[in-house]
């Protein structure tokens, strides 16, 4: 599935300014299985674009399409049915239940999805580290293992895209590094694309086509 941006320019920067290459106000296309880097400094609308292609926020001038639907024309339904099997999604809220222990919040998403086994599961959680805090409450987790128990479930589900918003903004360059490999080899496993927004340039060695704002 391609996703076609045109002239979309987020309402609270309407009236502003972009630059020749920026993706706001201008066309843009994001190939099918291909992998983006939105750089940014804060504020110039990373959270915004990820949230109107989710379907989360309508609050922006022109049009999205996802190949030749346009997302405007989408029941709930038609977005329930993308977000369980088209579009994952991490975002910068993370959206975990605090009450739960780490397993249970992965479970809540995987056991409707049956999209791992448990030794899957098990595996990427080690991967990334996390897996001695299986049995935590997730409220009791640092940020940057709370990133990576929603890095890991977001990937308990099919996708031919992955939105992630800041998702490494509390890992060091090592778990960084990890978290990434382990997202771009879920996409190629699957042929799926990768749309991830970050502040700085410390993922510019990684093989990912950077986009400006
Ligand atoms: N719901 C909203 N209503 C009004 N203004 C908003 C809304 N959401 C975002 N904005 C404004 O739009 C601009 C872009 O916000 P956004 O959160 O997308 O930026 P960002 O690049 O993700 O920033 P950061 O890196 O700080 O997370 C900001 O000026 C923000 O104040």
Redesign the pocket.
Same mark, same amino acid.
């Given at each position: 599935m391609n996703i076609f941006l045109k002239n979309i320019v987020?309402?609270? @920067?309407i009236g502003k300014v972009f630059e020749e290459h920026s993706i706001w106000n201008h066309a843009c296309c994001f190939n099918a299985g291909e992998y983006y880097l939105i750089e =940014? #400094? *804060?504020? &110039?609308?990373? *959270? *915004? @674009?990820? =949230?109107f292609l989710y379907g989360l926020?309508f !609050?922006y001038s022109g049009v999205i399409m996802l190949d030749d639907v346009s997302i405007q024309s989408l029941s709930l339904s038609n977005w329930i049915a993308y977000r369980q099997s088209k579009i994952a999604a991490v975002f #910068?809220t993370l959206s975990l239940f605090d009450g739960l222990t780490l397993m249970e919040n992965i479970q809540v998403k995987n056991e409707l999805t049956a999209f791992k086994t448990e030794k899957e599961v098990d595996e990427m959680l080690g991967t990334l580290g996390v897996l001695a805090h299986k049995n935590q409450k997730v409220g009791t987790l640092s940020m940057g293992q709370k990133q990576r128990v929603a890095i890991v479930r977001a990937l308990c589900q099919p996708f031919e895209w992955i939105l992630l !918003? &800041?998702p490494f903004s509390h890992l060091d360059q090592i778990n960084t590094g990890l978290a990434l490999q382990l997202i771009l080899d879920a996409c190629a496993a699957q042929n799926a694309g990768l749309i991830l927004?970050s @502040?700085g340039d410390e993922l510019e060695a990684y093989p990912l086509k950077t986009l400006r @704002?």
């Open positions: 987020p309402a609270p @920067l =940014a #400094q *804060s504020g &110039e609308g990373k *959270s *915004s @674009l990820m =949230a926020r !609050d #910068q !918003d &800041e927004t @502040l @704002l």
